[in-house]
């Protein structure tokens, strides 16, 4: 109606644009990955990890941090957690770019459907990011982005599809229900 050509005079006179999602795809060799088993969320010493420390390993690897633990010209270093296992190959998907829910329950759909065949992987994660900016707010609270503004969460999905979701916020902001 009469809204909707407005709204389009205005993103026409402002020079706005849409833009499609960036996605870049890239396979990572002889990669070190935790052993994970989808009912130990605490893990057990020498048979499978944490969630937290898969957390931890997750950020390291999508940050591209060598995860050799060998110093060189920096302070600090980072190894896989114990147990872990040697992956050949491991292959990333990153988008960036607004994405609508509907697309990630999409892509979460199509994940799932990767154990339909017989696969070596026995998981396999999707992480979603949220702007800093983004005005996510919980429990009526405001979205603390004066302050690092982190919102994300992660699945991790089993071969049998037992799956873990992990939710990270930052300092100011509530937890979602």
Same mark, same amino acid.
């Given at each position: 109606?009469?809204?909707? /050509?407005?709204?389009?005079?205005?993103?026409? =006179?402002?020079?706005?644009?849409?833009?499609? &999602?960036?996605?870049?795809?890239?396979?990572? #060799?002889?990669?070190?990955? &935790?052993?994970?088993?989808?009912?130990?969320?605490?893990?057990? &010493?020498?048979? /499978?990890? /944490?969630?937290?420390?898969? +957390?931890?390993?997750?950020?390291?690897?999508? $940050?591209?941090?060598?995860?050799?633990? =060998?110093? /060189?010209? *920096?302070? $600090?270093?980072?190894?896989?957690?114990?147990?872990?296992?040697?992956?050949? =190959?491991? +292959?990333?998907?990153? !988008?960036?770019?607004? !994405?609508?829910?509907?697309?990630? !329950?999409? @892509?979460?759909?199509?994940?799932?459907?990767?154990?339909?065949?017989?696969?070596?992987? &026995?998981?396999?994660?999707?992480?979603?990011?949220?702007?800093?900016?983004?005005?996510? $707010?919980? #429990?009526?609270?405001?979205?603390?982005?004066? =302050?690092?503004?982190?919102? @994300?969460?992660? *699945?991790?999905?089993? #071969?049998?599809?037992?799956?873990?979701?992990?939710?990270?916020?930052?300092?100011?902001?509530?937890?979602?229900?």
């Amino acid at each position: 109606g009469a809204e909707g /050509s407005t709204l389009m005079s205005y993103f026409s =006179k402002n020079q706005i644009q849409a833009l499609k &999602p960036k996605i870049t795809f890239s396979t990572l #060799r002889d990669l070190q990955c &935790p052993v994970l088993q989808s009912n130990e969320l605490q893990g057990k &010493p020498e048979e /499978s990890c /944490s969630t937290e420390e898969l +957390f931890e390993w997750l950020g390291a690897v999508l $940050s591209q941090v060598s995860l050799d633990n =060998k110093s /060189s010209s *920096f302070l $600090s270093t980072y190894c896989c957690p114990q147990p872990n296992t040697m992956v050949e =190959k491991a +292959f990333l998907c990153t !988008i960036t770019g607004f !994405i609508i829910p509907e697309k990630i !329950i999409q @892509l979460l759909e199509q994940l799932c459907c990767y154990f339909g065949e017989p696969k070596l992987a &026995p998981w396999l994660t999707l992480t979603v990011h949220g702007f800093a900016d983004s005005p996510v $707010s919980w #429990r009526e609270n405001e979205h603390g982005f004066h =302050k690092g503004g982190e919102n @994300l969460y992660n *699945f991790v999905i089993f #071969r049998n599809l037992d799956y873990w979701l992990q939710m990270a916020v930052g300092t100011n902001d509530d937890c979602p229900p």
